[in-house]
């Protein structure tokens, strides 16, 4: 499967404890987003990572909630001591990057829930 | 004001009927358009993608742009069952040297067998 991979796709967790949800970007993409989107809502940007630089981290709140995308391995995105307001469908896409426009493509999501 | 604005729906058509979707923009700056197709628990699927004001036409699907009213469709011919889901407009402007993508809140889609 060359899409995106996004694991886990159903993640439990209870009020304080950390999510890390991860995601790989198409064969051959250097350009990853993360989204979150609630229930009857549209996608809302969150960060917009690079191998090893974040580009664009403005529709990420500024606490608890951190990304990253190491030279090797999968991007990551930290949500540390998780409240209920933080259950959502969170989406990673990736894209080919500069030079010509190149739309983004989707992986199915990890759902996060929350005690 | 939203930059981007779609009609949530839901839209309940009977197979076989054509479907229009829509979406209005506020932001001169978009240039690139999109649309998605979202299934139950799924992740958004790129349908369409196109530059240019006219259309563009791939099988059932016709994207349609209109720049100087900063509107754009999807029409869907011929719809199937299968065709039931949520689409989400999606619309690209460069920010800072990047491309960034605003997207419509997705208009709920059920067709009728």
């Known amino acids: 499967n060359a899409g995106v991979m996004q694991n886990p796709r159903h993640l439990v967790r209870r009020r304080g404890q950390e999510a890390r949800l991860r995601c790989s970007p198409m064969?051959?993409?250097?350009?990853v987003y993360w989204y979150r989107q609630l229930p009857e809502e549209g996608l809302k940007f969150m960060v917009y990572?690079?191998?090893?630089?974040?580009?664009?981290e403005s529709g990420m709140p500024k606490e608890r909630f951190s990304a990253e995308f190491p030279k090797e391995g999968p991007s990551i995105l930290r949500i540390q001591q998780v409240v209920r307001g933080d259950s959502a469908a969170y989406f990673c896409?990736?894209?080919?990057?500069?030079?010509?426009?190149?739309?983004?493509?989707f992986g199915d999501g990890t759902r996060l829930s929350i005690l | 004001q939203k930059e981007v604005e779609q009609d949530p729906g839901p839209l309940s058509v009977p197979e076989g009927a054509i479907v229009s979707l829509n979406c209005t923009y506020s932001?001169?700056?978009?240039?690139?358009f999109m649309w998605y197709r979202q299934y139950s628990r799924k992740g958004p699927e790129l349908l369409m993608y196109?530059?240019?004001?006219g259309n563009k036409e791939d099988g059932r699907f016709t994207a349609q742009v209109d720049k100087s009213s900063k509107y754009i469709s999807l029409f869907i011919r011929d719809s199937q069952p299968s065709d039931s889901a949520t689409y989400l407009c999606?619309?690209?402007?460069?920010?800072?040297?990047?491309?960034?993508?605003?997207f419509g809140t997705g208009t709920k889609l059920q067709v009728i067998p």
């Open positions: 999606a619309m690209i402007g460069e920010t800072g040297g990047y491309q960034k993508v605003t």
């Open positions: 896409a990736s894209s080919p990057g500069f030079g010509t426009i190149q739309p983004q493509h």
């Open positions: 990572l690079q191998k090893e630089n974040i580009i664009d």
């Open positions: 064969k051959g993409h250097s350009h």
């Open positions: 196109t530059y240019s004001s």
């Open positions: 932001n001169s700056a978009f240039q690139y």
